[in-house]
């Protein structure tokens, strides 16, 4: 099943250009099978989202997309917002009193080198990222974002990598032109926001770049992987052993940003 987790329309998000009747419709045309209103800072009201669904006979849901000193915040469960949110340990309060989750919307926001072959501004990024607070209570992050550019996806895909964390695809459509172009995966069948969660939570998905080649020049999210289960198995593995000793993780930190200038040198010669 192919759900789109971060779309926005008009007039809720104020920098939206879609309607809601045109962002559903041509999210079905493209083959998706569900999407879920991730409004800035705003949810729709839970008649609406019934009355659209239906108009359409199309899954929707309705999340958040909250904006913190942290960076921007993707919820789901929580359909309310309250003054304070913009702290994220405040938000988190709020997300799991409601039963919620949260993943972190295009991690590479201020977080990215802004030198792509500088393995000291690698270095550097990697240490911004891994501070950033959100982390302590975020689920996993986007790595997949349909208006990133192809380097902005790769960090976000790299730094995924670093944490352990599960990767969520979203196409944040704004617009006509962005619908469709990636989804996440779910090895499930999901019809209620409670399900969503429980997946996102505890079932097994995959971030996928439905055009192949347009948001990432990674094929490893061209295709859905065969065994999903041992995905998500050698992640927490994965999780696990990772190193909290600070000259252990400022070696591998080094050494990750070697390895990252030339995957995007790679990309750069594609």
Request: proline fraction near 3%; charged fraction near 30%; glycine fraction near 6%.
């Amino acid at each position: 099943m192919l759900i789109d987790l971060h779309t926005h329309t008009s007039p809720l998000s104020w920098d939206s250009f879609l309607e809601p009747d045109e962002l559903v419709e041509r999210s079905k045309q493209s083959g998706l099978d569900a999407i879920v209103l991730s409004e800035h800072d705003a949810s729709w009201d839970a008649e609406e989202v019934k009355a659209l669904s239906k108009r359409h006979n199309f899954l929707v849901l309705a999340g958040m997309e909250i904006n913190t000193e942290e960076g921007h915040i993707l919820v789901y469960g929580m359909h309310k917002y309250v003054f304070g949110m913009h702290r994220v340990s405040e938000l988190a309060g709020h997300v799991d009193e409601s039963g919620g989750i949260m993943f972190q919307a295009h991690p590479y926001r201020r977080q990215h080198p802004w030198n792509w072959e500088s393995e000291k501004e690698w270095v550097n990024a990697f240490e911004r990222s891994e501070r950033n607070d959100a982390l302590n209570y975020v689920h996993g992050l986007e790595v997949l974002n349909g208006r990133g550019k192809i380097n902005e996806n790769q960090f976000a895909q790299i730094l995924r990598d670093r944490l352990a964390l599960p990767g969520t695809a979203g196409t944040d459509s704004h617009a006509v032109e962005d619908i469709g172009k990636c989804a996440t995966y779910f090895d499930a069948d999901i019809r209620s926001e409670d399900e969503l969660i429980d997946a996102l939570r505890n079932g097994r998905y995959w971030p996928l770049d439905v055009t192949k080649g347009e948001v990432t020049k990674n094929e490893k999210y061209w295709e859905v992987p065969q065994d999903l289960s041992r995905e998500f198995s050698d992640l927490a593995l994965k999780r696990s052993l990772l190193s909290t000793d600070p000259e252990q993780q400022a070696t591998e930190r080094l050494t990750l940003a070697e390895n990252s200038v030339k995957v995007i040198q790679s990309i750069s010669n594609k």
